[in-house]
Structures are given as structure tokens and as C-alpha cells.
T-cell receptor, first 115, second 112 residues
């Protein structure tokens, strides 16, 4: 069965500092992995995804994530935080099911950026 | 503009009064899905659909029904809503391959 664990429900960084949001997953088959961002009062927006191929994935707004199979991790990073990065971030894992793709989301990590 | 729309955006209702939340996408996506979002729990999948007349349960299907009679529409039906269904609901769709999902703006439902 799939599962996703995001370490830390809240993360606070200073503007210009490194952003690191942690995600560990479990999956019985090769997974599809995603990071989504949710700004206040909005729906979720895809940041980046891993399906196959290169394990370092680059996304929008300067974010990237690395798929590490041995560690079952897919941590999200950004070298330098900006105030506009303040939002909630969700890691998700997806497998093929009988009717489509069943997707499991983590509980989310709210990122605060201090001036 | 490519988008997923949901209606209504906000709804307050009473226990037992049947309601439907509509979802429509204009991207010709085959895959659609419904989620509920609750604090501290992230998004939990209610139902998903690969194509017309093909649906499957997610992790929390109890108390919900869906139908997929047209490719663009995927309504969520609560036959007899209860207070524990008070939540923020999101519809999403995906292009063939079922990879990344495009989310609607959400429907905030309160059941009294």
C-alpha cells in the first residue's frame, strides 16, 4: 500500500535561506512522485514531478527534488527562499489502479518565510 | 482558458439534505478525481475516474457517490450529508497517462 510522510507540518526559514521540505514514501511498485503547492484560498498547483529517468527533477519557481530510491525519499529544495514561497506544500505518490491513478497525498508542510 | 471549474464554491447545508457539487474540465482529460482536504490530513482521494462510465473508489468513498456520463463532467453527490463531511473539496483532472493533476478552485462545504 502507498503512503506518504512529510516531516514537519511547519517549516520556517529566513528570506534568502535554503528551503528543504522532506518527503518519504512507500510504494509496492515504481511510483510517480509529485510536489504540489497551495497558496491561500486556492487549489493545488504542480511544482514538479518524477515519473522515470533523471532522478533530479527541476520544477517551477526555482524548486527541485531528488528521487532517492534507496532512501524512499523525494525531498524538495530551493537554494534561496523568497517571501512569495510562503504556502503549503504537498508531496504525493501515485500508482496505476483499475480505474485510473490512485493518488496519496502527504499531510502537507506549511512554509513560512521571514523577512 | 484551460481550467477545472467547480460549483458551488461555498455551500452551507443541513444534515440529510441531498446535494451535488459539479466539476467540469475543458481540457479533454480522461482522468478525473475528487479529494477532500482537512487540516492535518492533507488531501484524501474520494473517487476517481479513468474515463466515461469508469470509476473507482479512493481512500474515503463512504457517504459519497459519483457519476461520469460525459468526459468533461464529474459530479460529486452526497445523498445524505452529515457533519463529518464538512470539508474543503477539490476536483482534479489529468491528461492521458494520469500524471500531474490540474485542480479546481475548491468547494467549501459546511453541513450543520
Amino acid at each position: 500500500a502507498q503512503s506518504v510522510t512529510q516531516l514537519g507540518s511547519h517549516v520556517s526559514v529566513s528570506e534568502g535561506a535554503l528551503v528543504l521540505l522532506r518527503c518519504n514514501y512507500s510504494s509496492s511498485v515504481p511510483p510517480y512522485l509529485f510536489w504540489y503547492v497551495q497558496y491561500p484560498n486556492q487549489g493545488l498547483q504542480l511544482l514538479l514531478k518524477y515519473t522515470t529517468g533523471a532522478t533530479l527533477v527541476k520544477g517551477i519557481n526555482g524548486f527541485e527534488a531528488e528521487f532517492k530510491k534507496s532512501e524512499t525519499s523525494f525531498h524538495l529544495t530551493k537554494p534561496s527562499a523568497h517571501m512569495s514561497d510562503a504556502a503549503e506544500y504537498f508531496c504525493a505518490v501515485s500508482e496505476s489502479g483499475t480505474g485510473g491513478f490512485k493518488t496519496i497525498f502527504g499531510a502537507g508542510t506549511r512554509l513560512f518565510v521571514k523577512a | 482558458e484551460a481550467q477545472v471549474t467547480q460549483n458551488p464554491r461555498y455551500l452551507i447545508t443541513v444534515t440529510g439534505k441531498k446535494l451535488t457539487v459539479t466539476c467540469s474540465q475543458n481540457m479533454n482529460h480522461e482522468y478525473m478525481s475528487w479529494y477532500r482536504q482537512d487540516p492535518g490530513l492533507g488531501l484524501r482521494q474520494i473517487y476517481y475516474s479513468m474515463n466515461v462510465e469508469v470509476t473507482d473508489k479512493g481512500d474515503v468513498p463512504e457517504g459519497y457517490k459519483v457519476s461520469r456520463k460525459e468526459k468533461r463532467n464529474f459530479p460529486l453527490i452526497l445523498e445524505s450529508p452529515s457533519p463529518n463531511q464538512t470539508s474543503l473539496y477539490f476536483c482534479a483532472s489529468s491528461p492521458p497517462g494520469g500524471n500531474e493533476q490540474f485542480f479546481g478552485p475548491g468547494t467549501r462545504l459546511t453541513v450543520l
